[in-house]
């Protein structure tokens, strides 16, 4: 019988991050890389740094820069992914995002298709490829999609994004119900407040800053380190009965 924690590794594995460049998309590629994961990285930005992290741990780390704005640019992906590591991926996490504040009366067109976009829209169109490449090939796989608390609460100024992160819970559920059966796991994480880019407006407003930590029963902010767990968890065998589920991580936030 084996040791339970040899559930938890991904020797041999290799994993598709989006959004891949810094802050959780970084912190996801390094904790599988850990956990014994290669990374095919993605993203828009520079990649260097991650990719330093990555073969720190002794793990190969291919970088795709790709706009994933443009669905035309998703099926040529898969086929450089299918390339570069000899027939496709293990593991897809879906981290890509961006947000765009602004009062529901006054949200502009372009905010919400933009956000619907690479929200939601990518999010469908990458694990549909990737899920294809599985069952071409008779392999399992493990998706997992990046929601937030949004997915269960409805928040203020980000329309486009609740909707998206909403979508992610729901599409989570569906992936689950009819991929199950190919042997591919459907699985959303919903990170709460953590430091990163996107919370960089609200960390610098004091006041909004004193009320939020206030709420969180951990009394703090989330760092990248605080969903290496869960990611790994998600992408490895120990999870495989687990399937649709949303996970939060976010301090104690939803339940206060």
């Known amino acids: 019988m084996s040791n339970i924690l040899d559930q938890f590794k991904l020797t041999n594995k290799k994993a598709i991050v989006t959004g891949a460049g810094k802050g959780l998309g970084q912190g996801y590629s390094k904790a599988l890389a850990e956990a014994g994961a290669d990374i095919v990285a993605v993203d828009i930005i520079d990649m260097t ?14 970088t795709i820069t790709a706009n994933l704005m443009d669905r035309q640019g998703y099926a040529p992906l898969f086929e450089e992914i299918k390339k570069l590591t000899a027939g496709g991926a293990d593991i897809l996490v879906n981290n890509a995002g961006m947000i765009r504040r602004e ?15 690479l929200n939601l829209s990518a999010v469908f169109f990458l694990s549909q490829h990737f899920a294809r490449q599985c069952v071409e090939r008779g392999a399992k796989g493990k998706i997992i999609n990046i929601a937030s608390m949004l997915a269960f609460q409805g928040g203020i100024r980000i329309p486009s994004y609740a909707a998206a992160k909403g979508g992610i819970r729901s599409l989570t559920m569906l992936q689950a119900n009819e991929l199950a059966a190919k ?11 953590f430091a990163t880019d996107n919370t960089a407006p609200i960390r610098a407003d004091a006041a909004r800053e004193k009320a939020i930590v206030d709420r969180i029963p951990a009394g703090r902010w989330g760092t990248p380190d605080d969903l290496m767990g869960t990611i790994v968890y998600l992408a490895s065998p120990a999870s495989d009965y687990v399937n649709g589920y949303t996970i939060a991580v976010d301090g104690g936030w939803l339940a206060r």
């Open 183 to 193: 042997g591919i796991c459907a699985n959303a994480i919903a990170p709460g407040y």
């Open 103 to 117: 009062e529901f009366l006054k949200f502009s067109e372009k905010d919400w298709d933009d956000v619907i976009q």
């Open 49 to 62: 740094d991650t990719r330093k992290h990555v073969e720190a741990q002794g793990r190969r780390c291919w």
